[in-house]
């Protein structure tokens, strides 16, 4: 079976490297797209090494996952080829993004999608909201990204998720930067946004932000929701942000009580001589493999 991509292969490297049990698209379970899209980006481009990095680094990923005590790449995980967007118009990229992502998911795949910059993620929605009706997305971010336009461009990065309210409604987690355009717009929009600054003060956030998704869950992660202390290698860090074992308990438990269609992983912008995020990152990603096909529910 041909794969739904037809463009040149860029890259060689896999998830996990040379796995003990190599997979193939119509045999896997999971798939996972890189997609070094970097077009909007505000300081430096530097998003476009993200998925190399990671995919890099993840051969460095012990595949036993001690939490879930399981070793889920025996289900079968494929990588496909870089997906290059590099000749097309933004125009262009968001209707090829949306129509290999639902090819992949008609396909029975669970979509893994590692960016590249934010704007990746709203055409992904967009696939997985006409396969699944309801669908509503859970955001981790520093950044509300709910502008309607920036810099004149309405598929920015800043722009992400106002397009991606479009197609299902959100629960944002750990913003800590928001505009005055984007508080006014907040009314109107269907968004649930829990604040870094004060979000804690409640301590059954976690729950509370779960039980705000609907049945039917797609997970986009901007590593910047991260503290930069331990993601440093993102293009817009802010102060603050969540801790490693506050993102994996808020992910596991969206997991064990919702049903989780497709995540993406998105701005890794790797730092020169500095590993350690392009391996917390190829981390982050098996760990949401590790809780979609490792957990008893």
Not at 172 to 189: D, F, H, K, T, W
Not at 269 to 289: H, S
Request: charged share 25%; hydrophobic share 40%; glycine share 6%.
């Amino acid at each position: 079976m041909s794969t739904p991509i037809d463009y040149e292969r860029l890259d060689p490297y896999q998830f996990g490297g040379v796995l003990p049990k190599p997979c193939r698209f119509e045999d896997a379970a999971a798939v996972i797209l890189p997609v070094p899209f970097d077009r909007t980006t505000s300081y430096v481009f530097g998003t476009r090494h993200g998925p190399r990095e990671l995919l890099l680094a993840s051969a460095q990923v012990e595949l036993w996952d001690e939490e879930v005590h399981a070793d889920v790449h025996t289900r079968g995980i494929c990588t496909l080829p870089e997906m290059d967007l590099s000749s097309a118009t933004l125009d262009e990229a968001i209707g090829d993004l949306r129509r290999v992502a639902g090819e992949i998911l008609d396909r029975g795949k669970f979509l893994l999608t590692i960016g590249g910059e934010h704007s990746i993620t709203s055409p992904i929605v967009a696939a997985a909201s006409e396969r699944h009706q309801g669908l509503s997305v859970l955001q981790i971010d520093a950044h509300a990204d709910l502008r309607d336009s920036y810099q004149s461009q309405k598929h920015s990065h800043a722009c992400a998720m106002r397009r991606t309210v479009d197609h299902a409604k959100l629960v944002q987690v750990g913003i800590r930067n928001i505009s005055e355009e984007e508080i006014r717009a907040l009314p109107s929009l269907p968004t649930k946004i829990f604040y870094d600054w004060n979000m804690r003060d409640d301590p059954d956030w976690i729950d509370n932000a779960v039980r705000s998704l609907s049945e039917m869950v797609y997970v986009t992660i901007d590593l910047d929701g991260l503290d930069p202390a331990a993601m440093p290698a993102v293009g817009t860090p802010e102060p603050g942000g969540l801790s490693w074992r506050e993102l994996t308990l808020l992910l596991r438990r969206t997991f064990e009580r919702k049903r989780v269609v497709a995540c993406d992983v998105v701005e890794l912008c790797p730092i020169p001589g500095l590993v350690a995020p392009n391996f917390i990152a190829a981390r982050l990603v098996y760990k949401l493999l590790s809780y979609r096909f490792g957990l008893k529910f």
